[in-house]
T-cell receptor, first 112, second 116 residues
Framework: DSGVTQTPKHLITATGQRVTLRCSPRSGDLSVYWYQQSLDQGLQFLIQYYNGEERAKGNILERFSAQQFPDLHSELNLSSLELGDSALYFC???????????FGQGTRLTVV | AQTVTQSQPEMSVQEAETVTLSCTYDTSESDYYLFWYKQPPSRQMILVIRQEAYKQQNATENRFSVNFQKAAKSFSLKISDSQLGDAAMYFCAYRSPTGANSKLTFGKGITLSVRP
């Protein structure tokens, strides 16, 4: 158990819908990262937060948004969902911006 | 921008033998961190080993060790006494300690199979 908690573990939704993925980082970790892994694909970086502030942004679609709250948990919002958004979404956390990151178990999103 | 390359998509090893997984990276920075992550069929991402660029000594964690060649920008993972549980996808990752580049950049991964 990495200490990073992601909910829900599985999510099935229809095209055009909006979903929210939640991440609770390890106790004491200030930095949160979101990654997308499609089937047979590598990990695509979406966005990073550090202590509530956006620190880095990857190829995140405009339909996607995220935030980190004062209690340090983070949410990734995906809207106007398309079939191609079906993927495994990982959250990771680290103490600082240069220590190792620990991953949650991921949320498997299926868009039908 | 930093890039990480894992040119071998698949490798196979006999149980109890040793296998080396290759990784190269491109960066203009002198200080950075390198990692190997394992992703078994459960899809959980598990940290295997880390290496700080300023350290000349290669990192070791039990049966896992790295060969870090900073000048060549090479970071290979050696798995000794391979076990069936080592079968997984392995990702090499780079991390800069500075601000906007502090995300983990991953290679495409290599699928390792272990033959009994």
């Amino acid at each position: 158990d990495s200490g990073v908690t992601q909910t829900p573990k599985h999510l099935i939704t229809a095209t055009g819908q909006r979903v929210t993925l939640r991440c609770s980082p390890r106790s004491g970790d200030l930095s949160v990262y979101w990654y997308q892994q499609s089937l047979d694909q590598g990990l695509q970086f979406l966005i990073q937060y550090y202590n509530g502030e956006e620190r880095a942004k990857g190829n995140i679609l405009e339909r996607f948004s995220a935030q980190q709250f004062p209690d340090l948990h983070s949410e990734l919002n995906l809207s106007s969902l398309e079939l191609g958004d079906s993927a495994l979404y990982f959250c990771a956390s680290s103490v600082t911006t240069h220590t190792e990151a620990f991953f949650g178990q991921g949320t498997r999103l299926t868009v039908v | 921008a930093q890039t990480v390359t894992q040119s071998q998509p698949e490798m196979s090893v006999q149980e109890a033998e040793t296998v080396t997984l290759s990784c190269t990276y491109d960066t203009s920075e002198s200080d950075y961190y390198l990692f190997w992550y394992k992703q078994p069929p459960s899809r959980q991402m598990i940290l295997v080993i880390r290496q700080e660029a300023y350290k000349q000594q290669n990192a070791t964690e039990n049966r896992f060790s790295v060969n870090f060649q900073k000048a060549a920008k090479s970071f290979s993972l050696k798995i000794s006494d391979s076990q069936l549980g080592d079968a997984a996808m392995y990702f090499c990752a780079y991390r800069s300690p500075t601000g906007a580049n502090s995300k983990l950049t991953f290679g495409k991964g290599i699928t390792l199979s272990v033959r009994p």
